[in-house]
């Protein structure tokens, strides 16, 4: 698959056009993207973005540098910030995000709780939950009715998963971002 079906994919997406019933498989038509649903494997509901390969392969991406210490300001495998992490995942595929969690919370657009998706930024207040400033970023992998599950880069524990539903997470949460398909290269 070309990168360019893969963002149209993705900003298809993006835009909450769809909502799948079965579990479905991209394929390329001309120059349009199609979705349709395989023999049923599973009965689960799955998400138009979950289908998305680019999401998909970021998150995958992203579980592969597990248990990867905590380094300030690391941005490479010998250690990773928070910021650093999620920048080092998408740059991976053609996606740019500055490097502070404070700018990654300007990219894209702010989405609900409730619209949550694989692959977009969770952004958190700093290590007081009685500041405003956006100090820590993970990336959202899993959705489950109203739990959100992230993986992201702490300062005690390096690359992990975490719950939203975690009272440290709860006081210091700010917002969700969806990463706007724009900006990715346009190499194919």
């Not at 900003?11 to 395989?38: D, F, M």
Request: charged share 20%; aromatic share 10%; with cysteine.
């Amino acid at each position: 698959m070309t990168k360019k079906m893969l963002l149209t994919a993705l900003l298809a997406g993006s835009l909450g056009i769809c909502k799948a019933q079965s579990v479905p498989t991209v394929t390329e038509n001309v120059s349009t993207v199609a979705v349709s649903s395989t023999s049923a494997e599973t009965t689960e509901e799955t998400s138009f973005y979950e289908r998305i390969p680019l999401v998909n392969d970021v998150i995958s991406f992203a579980k592969q540098h597990l248990s990867i210490r905590y380094r300030s300001g690391g941005t490479t495998r010998k250690g990773f910030d928070c910021s650093g992490f999620t920048r080092f995942c998408y740059s991976h595929f053609g996606i740019a995000l500055p490097h502070s969690s404070a700018a990654q919370g300007n990219v894209g657009h702010s989405v609900d709780k409730g619209e949550a998706q694989p692959g977009d930024l969770i952004l958190f207040k700093g290590h007081s939950s009685k500041g405003s400033r956006i100090g820590h970023v993970g990336m959202i992998t899993e959705v489950i009715g109203d739990q959100i599950k992230f993986i992201h880069s702490a300062w005690n524990g390096g690359v992990r998963y975490d719950y939203l539903r975690a009272d440290y997470y709860q006081r210091r949460f700010v917002d969700i971002r969806r990463i706007d398909t724009s900006m990715a290269s346009n190499e194919s």
